[in-house]
């Protein structure tokens, strides 16, 4: 057992280190009483040694590869000697902290030095100074050690993955011309901008896992409430593979129940916005049916706040000629009725145009994150994911008894070849218990590969909606993460799945439901998609009017021009 709480730590403080690092790093263990290290790619540390020490160290090391301080020219110069390489760590660490600061939780504050760390602008004048003379003291023990060797060693391994992989899936030459590069800041949904407010809640979902993290290492025990997901850490990394870049996800899911990733599904591009083009056939997208927990509720909170405002989404106006009472005067058949006047005879009093509400004309795919990042503790006592699992059932149920024709998909990911669609309601299902227990029994678990599942729900909606208003809504904290789609890459896919939609007419509204995640970060993801985060679901009804109302009329817009 203990050398099971072990290993569930050190895969713990991996999501950590990637968090901290921009990029998949595994945390694996060294011998009891050895120093700290990392070679780019895994770091090191002792198992046996308090979990803040760990926490501190894990912080310096990911701080280091983020700021590139181990870059090959540097650690060469680093080879045969120690005594540079000890100098070096002694101020490049603090640096490093430095200049992460903003992505580090705020308990590792007080492991920078300021002062050491302002006698450094980059990795290159680290390495001037300490080949230098300069006195200055060793560095702190969380700092741990550079083993430059197996830096070196281990950074040619990765290169040589890397290139190996993007030689086998380099995109062709001649579907670059089909698959155009779009500009997201063409298309903007986003007319009523008093909506899109902060974040509420503050603290992003790195200090919120730290917190709980650190107050998780001081029980006993395996047992123990909390919310979904909240037992198990939300990214884990797999021991069986030791690639440098083999990152998985263990929380509620393992590998063994993705069946068949990489012989069914649905092909789908990926946008790479470092090359700017497409990676065509990228993501295997696979409908997978939701298991049904024998403990699902079939209860519904209630819709009739989020009914009212939704109500006139999607109607046209069905203009009625010759009525005895309406809105406007029917013109010929006032004229007629002014010449049987003249002519002497009775004339008819249905004068009149009536304008009434035709049938609805809206079709809606709601698409539900249900990555394990949604597990987190949300803003309200509840994790993100019961506060947007609260808002999905409300607009599902309320657009349905509006007449509206819903679906609902859920999604999650393990990596490219393993996007998970889990459809809980399709558009010719009806609204039952069985779609309310299907809803209820999903839990987070795996990633969030956004892009590719932007792309089937749309897929879906205009293949399968059969209205001519169309209308995507992503429920989702916003954190696009997954094995190869970190940081920017990820949002950047995202943001262009969500034009390549709104560009073939479909209307996109984004929901951020109780969740931390800052707002320069969700406006990366979803660029000027228009898009709205409440802190609570009971304020749904006061912002999804203006906001769906903005998304369809831009749709709208869009197909007229085309």
């Not at 005594?83 to 504050?109: D, M, T």
């Not at 007419?505 to 993801?525: I, K, M, P, S």
Request: charged share 25%; aromatic share 4%; proline share 5%.
């Amino acid at each position: 057992m203990a050398n099971d709480d072990a290993a569930d730590r050190l895969n713990s403080l991996g999501l950590l280190a990637s968090a901290l690092a921009g990029r998949p790093v595994v945390v694996a263990a060294v011998e009891p009483g050895e120093p700290s290290w990392t070679d780019g790619q895994t770091v090191f540390v002792d198992a046996s040694a308090p979990p803040r020490e760990n926490l501190e160290s894990v912080a310096v090391h990911a701080s280091l590869i983020a700021a590139d301080s181990l870059s090959p020219d540097i650690i060469g110069a680093l080879i045969r000697h120690p005594r540079s390489a000890k100098r070096y760590l002694a101020i490049e660490g603090h640096r490093a902290l430095v200049a992460n600061g903003e992505v580090l939780p705020g308990i590792f504050s007080a492991l920078a030095d300021p002062a050491t760390a302002r006698r450094s602008d980059s990795p290159e004048s680290s390495l001037s100074i300490a080949s230098g003379r300069d006195a200055f003291d060793d560095p702190p023990a969380e700092f741990g050690v550079i083993r430059a060797r197996k830096v070196l060693a281990a950074g040619g391994r990765a290169s040589a993955q890397v290139d190996h992989e993007t030689a086998a899936h380099a995109p062709r030459r001649d579907s670059k011309e089909a698959l155009e590069e779009l500009d997201d800041g063409e298309v903007d949904d986003s007319d009523d901008p008093d909506l899109f407010s902060n974040p509420v809640g503050g603290g992003g979902f790195i200090g919120k896992w730290l917190k709980k993290m650190l107050s998780s290492a001081r029980k006993t025990g395996s047992g123990g409430g909390g919310p979904p997901g909240a037992d198990s850490p939300t990214h884990r990394t797999n021991s069986a593979d030791r690639g440098a870049y083999a990152v998985s996800s263990t929380a509620k899911a393992s590998t063994e129940d993705v069946i068949d990733i990489t012989a069914r599904g649905v092909k789908y591009p990926e946008w790479d916005a470092d090359r700017k083009t497409y990676r065509p056939d990228w993501c295997t997208v696979r409908e997978v049916e939701p298991k049904v927990k024998a403990s699902a509720a079939d209860a519904i909170d209630g819709a009739i706040g989020v009914r009212r405002p939704l109500a006139r989404l999607g109607m046209g106006l069905h203009r009625r000629h010759r009525q005895s009472q309406g809105d406007d005067i029917d013109i010929d058949a006032a004229v007629e009725a002014r010449v049987e006047v003249r002519a002497g005879s009775v004339p008819d009093e249905a004068v009149y145009l009536d304008s009434l509400r035709r049938r609805r004309d809206l079709s809606v795919l709601l698409l539900l994150d249900v990555s394990g990042s949604t597990a987190e503790p949300g803003t309200v006592g509840r994790t993100v994911h019961q506060q947007q699992r609260a808002v999905i059932t409300d607009l599902m149920v309320a657009l349905h008894d509006l007449g509206d024709r819903v679906a609902l998909y859920a999604y999650n990911s393990q990596g490219r070849n393993a996007v998970n669609m889990l459809p809980v309601k399709r558009f010719d299902d009806h609204l039952d218990a069985r779609v309310l227990r299907r809803l209820d029994s999903l839990e987070p678990a795996a990633y969030s590969r956004l892009g590719a599942a932007i792309r089937h729900g749309s897929t879906v909606l205009e293949a399968r909606g059969g209205t001519s208003r169309r209308l995507l809504v992503v429920v989702s904290d916003g954190l696009a993460y997954d094995h190869g789609y970190e940081r920017a890459y990820g949002a950047a896919d995202a943001r262009r799945a969500l034009t390549e939609t709104r560009r073939r007419g479909t209307g996109c509204v984004c929901l951020t439901v109780g969740a931390g995640t800052d707002v320069e970060a969700l406006r990366r993801v979803f660029g000027s998609t228009a898009h709205a985060t409440i802190a609570r679901p009971d304020q749904l009804a006061g912002i999804v009017g203006p906001l769906f109302r903005s998304a369809i009329r831009s749709a709208e817009v869009r197909r007229r021009v085309s």
